[in-house]
T-cell receptor, first 114, second 114 residues
Framework: EAGVAQSPRYKIIEKRQSVAFWCNPISGHATLYWYQQILGQGPKLLIQ????????DSQLPKDRFSAERLKGVDSTLKIQPAKLEDSAVYLCASSPRTSDSTQYFGPGTRLLVL | AQSVAQPEDQVNVAEGNPLTVKCTYS??????LFWYVQYPNRGLQFLLKYITGDNLVKGSYGFEAEFNKSQTSFHLKKPSALVSDSALYFCAFPLGGATNKLIFGTGTLLAVQP
């Protein structure tokens, strides 16, 4: 079974530029999560989808971050404009359903904002 | 607020010796608890979880964890450490409700010396 796929793996941009990350969850997994992991900290949830609907985006900085999962499969997370403090690893995870709390993570996208 | 704590930023152990990575929890009700491992430049990998039942949970790569309700702990253990076990370990719990997002500890870096 293929795992969670993410791209790109690494990205370097300058502040105020925009960037987008892509995630393809495990086939058949209805729930998709985007986490932000700042160096030295545990991951923190940015947004959670159940199929193509948003379940929780309370920690998403909506003035600069947006995410979509239009067909209930893959998802895109965008930052526009980026700030220095957005430098982090962005992790995508999926689970079969929200009630199944075991989440399976992709390799992450490491973002450096200069 | 509910949380998990990992009191040690780093644990050093010699190869072949037993290892313990500590986690204590402050979670209401009957907690679900997880351990994830993160190797350098990789995403998080699921190791094991406690849902209910037997307090000793066995997981991947020879790891196990013991749920102790009286001490509110969920320590990760392995009888004989390998150099390849060197990684960052996270304790986590699902918040529950509609979101079920994982709340992570701050992580413990395990260094196994040859």
């Amino acid at each position: 079974e293929a795992g969670v796929a993410q791209s790109p793996r690494y990205k370097i941009i300058e502040k105020r530029q925009s960037v987008a990350f892509w995630c393809n969850p495990i086939s058949g997994h209805a729930t998709l999560y985007w986490y932000q992991q700042i160096l030295g900290q545990g991951p923190k949830l940015l947004i959670q989808f159940q199929n193509n609907g948003v379940v929780d985006d309370s920690q998403l900085p909506k003035d600069r971050f947006s995410a979509e999962r239009l067909k209930g499969v893959d998802s895109t997370l965008k930052i526009q404009p980026a700030k220095l403090e957005d430098s982090a690893v962005y992790l995508c995870a999926s689970s079969p359903r929200t009630s199944d709390s075991t989440q399976y993570f992709g390799p992450g996208t490491r973002l450096l904002v200069l | 607020a509910q949380s998990v704590a990992q009191p040690e930023d780093q644990v050093n152990v010699a190869e072949g010796n037993p290892l313990t990575v500590k986690c204590t929890y402050s979670v209401s009700g009957n907690p679900y608890l997880f351990w994830y491992v993160q190797y350098p430049n990789r995403g998080l990998q699921f190791l094991l979880k406690y849902i209910t039942g037997d307090n000793l949970v066995k997981g991947s790569y020879g790891f196990e964890a013991e749920f102790n309700k009286s001490q509110t702990s969920f320590h990760l253990k392995k009888p004989s450490a390998l150099v390849s076990d060197s990684a960052l370990y996270f304790c986590a719990f699902p918040l529950g409700g509609a979101t079920n997002k994982l709340i992570f500890g701050t992580g413990t870096l395990l260094a196994v010396q040859p």
